[in-house]
């Protein structure tokens, strides 16, 4: 009888451990880059999961059920401690002066930020929801696990995995949108008289010749 993946992992099997990151190292990494909204620390994420798979092997409990809700389960505690260091990070940030504002006055480079400003939004609304109700919409939502999957990998029940998704949903879709109009006003000029830091004579050039 040829062993389950679970009973390989356990037993240091490197070539089964080869096979499960082949098979979700891809769906973690979209999975941390939605929750983050940076490409570098999603590979971060990617790494610190699949080091915890393997230090963890052991723990691996023997059953028939998929590895994916235990993977998806380590990859949300590493994330967990990157939101305490980025939180800690931002009290640190908020003693600082901070730079002055620069607009950006091309529309098509504007046009190109906007999908990126609004995945960056939607993980600031993340942000402020209750942790427990983020990482129930992560999961559910971003990364498509059903409910009991969900719920194996919080460790939580069925129930409180739909309660939690319910609430999220209607909190996020408020703050996301009140996220994204506000970075888009930050964007903006205030005024025509706004002067464009560095070499203002090239900048006067080339905004001349955009003009032409």
Not at 54 to 65: G, H, K, P, Q, Y
Not at 157 to 173: C, D, F, I
Not at 185 to 204: F, H, L, N
Request: with cysteine.
């Amino acid at each position: 009888m040829t062993q389950s993946l679970r009973a390989r992992i356990r037993a240091s099997d490197p070539e089964a451990f080869r096979e499960l990151y082949q098979d979700m190292s891809q769906a973690v990494y979209a999975h941390a880059f939605r929750a983050t909204a940076d490409w570098s620390a999603a590979e971060d994420v990617v790494s610190l999961t699949f080091l915890e798979v393997w230090r963890l092997r052991e723990r691996l409990e023997d059953s028939d059920e998929s590895v994916r809700p235990w993977v998806y389960g380590i990859a949300t505690n590493v994330l967990r401690n990157r939101w305490r260091t980025a939180l800690r990070h931002q009290e640190t940030f908020k003693k600082l002066r901070p730079p002055p504002d620069i607009p950006d006055f091309s529309d098509d480079v504007v046009e190109r930020l906007d999908g990126t400003d609004r995945l960056k939004a939607a993980r600031r609304a993340l942000g402020k929801l209750r942790r427990s109700d983020r990482e129930v919409f992560m999961l559910c939502v971003w990364s498509d696990l059903s409910y009991s999957a969900a719920a194996d990998a919080l460790g939580i029940p069925v129930g409180t995995v739909r309660s939690r998704l319910s609430r999220a949903r209607a909190r996020l879709q408020k703050l996301t949108k009140q996220e994204f109009e506000n970075a888009r006003e930050k964007r903006e000029p205030r005024d025509g008289s706004v002067q464009i830091q560095g070499d203002r004579t090239s900048a006067v050039r080339s905004m001349e010749g955009r003009a032409r």
